[in-house]
């Protein structure tokens, strides 16, 4: 066998989980080769808006998230290169004495786990976010240490330290893994060419489920679209996220470094496939929502809009697990939160496929899970 066509590892998909996941098996030693089909980024990490927050509703995402900005904090100093993180914070809204009391009871359990996380007044609000419309506002769940990231830079630095032991295919399919007794035991990509490894990690993303038919798996990872836009850059006078989860609420920020200001909505019905049009009922009404929230951005200009997948899970929890062919790995279905959670979930993976177990319990993230539980603060 070719030792030019042989790795120790395998792995298809070029966002932040399958980067990230790279990048920690080549740290523990392995020779790792990533393929993707277009280029880094392409499929939902580069179209997503670069938050990074450690508000959850279980231990288990809480501890992951906590982790993973651990790892932000020090991806520059790590990866040589700045990746524009910033710690501006998360502010979740409350319209409704029952998203007040959710707030309230998630805040004891992430409080206890050491988040800096709290329940902040109205006045409060009105310092954090100037020029707030608090028409029916409560209070909100406030965690400066929350942030944001560039994407792009991030899944960069990662892929370029793969190179230093493996190699990236971009522009490079995976058409198939070859499976022999029940084995992994090579990729064969679109142009008919075969790589070997004992190790193949399924990074797909919202493609897991339509990829993973060909060799008789059925993975519960369902892709809907998510539209956001961008503004042209304004004067800085805000800096958290600002999450309002009412049924025709949105989501925002300003990035730290031009001042535009970047945001979506989660649209009701969901629009399940891969299906990654813009639509032109998606611009408007996110203009109407965030002028909504705060009135002086009516005026400012969008310069672009796009669309991109969420892989979605039953429960809203990502799978992070082995199947029952030995050497394949599912790693996907992070509902929106794979760029927030990708760094730490590359460790975690890193771990699990090198000793045979994680480095702590993540039983909620198995393949073959009960579903019926669900993640509140989706």
């Known amino acids: 066998m070719d030792c030019r066509w042989t790795a120790d590892a395998i792995i298809i998909g070029g966002g932040i989980i399958g980067c990230a996941t790279g990048y920690y098996l080549t740290k523990k030693g392995l020779k790792v080769y990533l393929f993707e089909k277009e280029y880094l980024t392409a499929g939902s990490t580069g179209r997503c808006i670069g938050g990074i927050r450690q508000q959850y509703s279980t231990e288990l995402s809480i501890k992951v998230a906590m982790e993973s900005v651990k790892k932000f904090k020090i991806m520059k100093e790590e990866l040589g290169m700045d990746v524009e993180f910033e710690q501006d914070g998360y502010l979740f809204l409350a319209h409704s004495e029952e998203k007040e009391k959710t707030y309230k009871q998630l805040i004891k359990l992430q409080r206890n786990m050491g988040l800096d996380v709290e ?13 707030i419309n608090t028409d029916g506002l409560l209070g909100g769940a406030y965690c400066p240490s929350d942030g944001q990231a560039n994407p792009f830079l991030v899944v960069d630095g990662y892929a370029r330290k793969i190179k230093e032991k493996g190699k990236v295919f971009t522009y490079c399919g995976i058409e198939k893994i070859n499976i022999e007794g029940n084995k992994v035991i090579s990729v064969t990509t679109i142009n008919k060419e075969n790589y070997f490894a004992p190790i193949v990690v399924n990074a797909t993303g919202p493609f897991i489920r339509e990829f993973s038919k060909h060799i008789g798996l059925d993975i519960p990872v369902f892709p809907e679209r998510h539209e956001s836009l961008i503004t042209e850059p304004i004067e800085v006078f805000f800096k958290p996220m600002v999450v309002d989860y009412r049924p025709d609420g949105c989501y925002f920020h300003q990035k730290a470094k031009q001042g535009s200001i970047i945001g979506c909505y989660t649209p009701i019905p969901n629009v399940p496939g891969n ?12 203009g109407r929502r965030m002028a909504r929230l705060i009135p002086k951005l009516a005026d400012v200009k969008i310069i672009r809009q796009w669309a991109g997948s969420y892989e979605m899970t039953p429960d809203g929890n990502p799978i992070v697990d082995k199947t029952d062919i030995e ?5 996907g279905g992070f509902c929106g ?33 009960d579903y019926s539980r669900k993640e509140v603060m989706k």
Do not use: C, N
């Open 119 to 131: 329940y902040v007044d109205v006045p409060a609000i009105k310092e954090i976010v100037p020029g």
């Open 327 to 331: 050497g394949l790995w599912i790693i």
């Open 337 to 369: 939160h794979g760029f927030m959670l990708g760094p730490e979930i590359g460790y975690i993976a890193a771990e699990y496929i090198t000793t045979g177990k994680p480095p702590y319990d993540i039983s909620e993230f198995a393949l073959k899970r």
């Open 275 to 286: 299906d990654v049009r813009s639509s032109f009922e998606f611009i408007i009404e996110m």
